[in-house]
């Protein structure tokens, strides 16, 4: 019998459990910053965030929070192809869960289309998680016993003091505001994720939005006119994104 797998279930499941500690504890040892409960908590509310605020239905949300939670779960095998790898172990347990079938393919797309290698935007909940994923770069997610500031990655991950994802439902612009600091550089930014940002630019159309880039009160990747943007939520702006 079908049965409606919550957020919650999810969250509690000892499989999903083990396998975020041991993506995280792999990708620590391959240098990489933080993939744990905080990364995927993040990624979580905000895809539920994201979809909520352009008016999806409750069980949408419920599943986009749902996929946030688990989609970096493959790197438990390899940090090539996780999404695809992520996907298939997400597609047994939520089936032994008792999901249905029908939720079940939308939250494996998702995760099989999160990363910029492959990825594309198949369904809301795709679009939104790759939103949120990409927009998750913060000083906070630097290790700090592994920090090192000779690595582009930290580097630039240090010098972001504040990021956050905000909406414009009327104008349809999704918008990622960062400021850094001099640690790094907007250039070393996108030295690392100007295909992650392409890809967010793809995900934001998916969803009937534009996508906008803001680094230091400047506008990277504007294609048409729109008011000046500062790094505050301005009147009919929501901020989605969540700690
Ligand atoms: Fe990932
Ligand atoms: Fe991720």
Redesign the pocket.
Known sequence: MEISVTLNDVKQNDEFKQLIESSNANLKVLGYTE?GLR?VGY?SKTTANILSTLGYDERTIELGAIAGWI??IGNAINRKDHGLTGSLMAYDILIRMGMDPAEVTQIIAAIGNHEEETGTPVNAISAALILA?KSDAHRSRVRRETADRKDIHDRVNLSIKKNYLAIDKTKKIIRLVIQMDNTSATMEYMQIYLSRMVLSEKAAAYLGCWFELVINGNVINRRKPVPAANVHPKAGETEVSED
């Open positions: 993939h990364h990624v989609h970096d994923d």
